[in-house]
């Protein structure tokens, strides 16, 4: 099966630049973001800055409750623990 790219088109440039303006950042992103249905401060405020009680549950990602037991033993057993996380912060590590 053929997969296609869709493209959505641009928000209009008056919505662009107001969102833009308010939130001090370049077209670009404020253009995903409309596209995103983030389209108010208040929106893309909870989006940059969630607060804890938006952000999904850590223990929906696989083996984490594995994770955590290892830590937990490390801990108790006067291990040492190496924290490894890759230089651009995308969140993928």
Known sequence: MEKRWLYQTLPPINEINEL??????????????????????????????????????PFLMQDMEAAVNRIKSAIDNS???????????????
């Open 20 to 57: 833009g303006k308010q939130l001090n950042i370049n077209s670009y992103l404020t253009a995903i973001l409309l596209q995103r249905g983030i389209n108010d401060f208040e929106t893309a405020k909870k989006f940059f800055r969630p607060s804890l009680d938006q952000l999904h549950d």
């Open 79 to 93: 291990e040492r623990i190496l924290v490894y996380g890759d230089y651009d912060v995308d969140g993928v590590t």
